[in-house]
């Protein structure tokens, strides 16, 4: 990793399409996949505690609720899993990512075009600021890890994305899902669960 270390003499930032990350990818085939497995899931649960007319009934309710909110609400748990989660707000950024396009003047003489990729951690430079900056050349310029900005001593560096716990999340969720439908695993405890609200002709 090659550091360089120079005055910033030009700043300016612009959007474009973020890089596709496929921890992300499969997050998102994961939250389609459970569009068919709650339904399912619903299904078997009602069938085997109250029968088939509930578990009937049961469906027609969650399609009402769907489509009282939109199908986009269930393929797009994003939002739910920033509030319940908001360090994992970054990593649901699709689409449009912010460039930070430096030009640093080495103490040494002469200009080098920098980019770094993301939102920043802690506040931006300034035109002036002395910046030691981390990174590798690639096509002539310089696409910085992380740096120090020595005139504020604030540490310059993308935000991390974490889009390993998204996908780690999405996991957990899709396999508890599986566990139940195929193997039953959580029959014994859901039945548990439910008989204090299961009347004595559910039971016999």
Not at 13 to 37: H, I, M, P, T
Not at 65 to 71: A, H, I, K, N, Q
Not at 168 to 177: E, K, V
Request: proline share 4%; net charge neutral.
């Amino acid at each position: 990793m090659a550091v360089m270390r120079g005055r910033l003499t030009r700043l300016r930032f612009y959007e474009e399409e973020g890089q596709e990350d496929w921890r992300l990818v499969l997050s998102r085939l994961g939250w389609y996949a459970l569009l068919v497995a709650v339904p399912v899931s619903v299904w078997r649960l009602f069938s085997d505690m109250w029968g088939l007319l509930h578990a009937t009934l049961a469906i027609l309710i969650l399609a009402v609720v769907v489509r009282l909110l939109g199908p986009s609400h269930f393929l797009s748990f994003d939002e739910v899993l920033c509030r319940l989660f908001p360090r994992l707000r970054p990593a649901f950024r699709l689409g449009l990512v912010r460039i930070w396009d430096r030009r640093l003047r080495l103490e040494e003489g002469g200009e080098v075009a920098c980019l770094l990729r993301g939102d920043l951690v802690g506040a931006a430079p300034v035109e002036g600021d002395i910046l030691r900056l981390a990174g590798s050349f690639r096509q002539v310029t310089f696409h910085v890890s992380q740096g120090w900005n020595e005139t504020t001593d604030a540490r310059l560096a993308p935000r991390p994305t974490r889009t390993i716990w998204v996908f780690g999340l999405t996991a957990a969720i899709s396999g508890l899902f599986l566990f139940y439908l195929i193997i039953g695993a959580l029959d014994d405890f859901l039945h548990q669960l439910l008989t204090p609200f299961l009347s004595p002709d559910d039971l016999g």
